[in-house]
């Protein structure tokens, strides 16, 4: 199975930075099948980023995704208040599929 | 509108048997495959199988191999997942989410919370 670890953990910055999140595959993901999904308290996952750079139609353009084989970024480039939440990267390449631990976006 | 309702909670004794469903409209439900993934506090967001209702194909995740039962009936676009006898390790929240092609999930249901417990 290919663990995806993501980093940081807990990241804490205010409302107008920028923010970047890691996520690192145990082994190279099948043709960049990487997604990030993003979580608030009490929601289900809502996805962000699929093929590693693509994003979906109501995603703001201050969100991109970039990254290959083992190694993938989530950059959000000015954040909004409402960007505070957990980010989850999934691997759908290889099965079984697998998600990152996530990382928390908390206001500073 | 693409939509994925999920049962409500439920709160169970171990070694009881449970179905929980996820209802879709909004599209042809035989057409997409449906994954179901599991939500702990300890273990994160894990994949647990999916099923292709055009012709009941399933898949499992090795970890849930055997003690889950993915399922779907077409005509009420319901898929299920079954428990025989469930444990204490099995509370947590349960999403299925609709499968684009053989690629990601993009639309999720509301999630049904189960809580195993004597």
């Known amino acids: 199975e290919i663990v995806l670890t993501q980093s940081p953990g807990t990241l804490s910055l205010s409302p107008g930075e920028r923010a970047t999140l890691s996520c690192r595959a145990s082994?190279?993901?099948?043709?960049?099948?990487l997604a990030w999904y993003q979580q608030k308290p009490g929601q289900a996952p809502r996805l962000l980023i699929f093929?590693?750079?693509s994003k979906t139609t109501d995603i703001p353009d201050r969100f991109t995704g970039s990254g290959s084989g083992t190694d993938f970024t989530l950059t959000i480039s000015r954040l909004d208040p409402e960007d505070f939440a957990v980010y989850y990267c999934?691997?759908?390449?290889?099965?079984?599929?697998?998600f990152g631990q996530g990382t928390k976006l908390e206001i500073k | 509108e693409v939509q994925l309702v999920q049962s409500g909670a439920e709160v169970k004794k171990p070694g009881e048997s449970l179905k929980i469903s996820c209802k879709v409209s909004?599209?042809?439900?035989?057409?997409?495959?449906i994954g179901w993934v599991r939500q702990t506090p300890g273990k994160g967001l894990e994949w647990m199988g999916l099923?292709?209702?055009?012709?009941?194909?399933?898949r499992y995740s090795p970890s849930f191999q055997g003690q889950v039962t993915i399922s779907a009936d077409k005509s009420i676009s319901t898929a299920y997942l079954q428990w025989s006898s469930l444990k204490a390790s099995d509370t947590a929240i349960y999403y299925c989410?609709?499968?684009?092609?053989?690629?990601?999930?993009?639309?999720w249901g509301n999630g049904t919370t189960v809580t195993v417990s004597s």
């Open positions: 989410a609709r499968r684009v092609g053989t690629l990601f999930m993009d639309v």
């Open positions: 909004g599209y042809i439900f035989t057409s997409y495959w």
């Open positions: 099923i292709y209702p055009g012709d009941s194909d399933t």
């Open positions: 082994q190279s993901v099948s043709r960049n099948y």
């Open positions: 093929g590693a750079s």
């Open positions: 999934h691997q759908y390449g290889t099965s079984p599929y697998s």
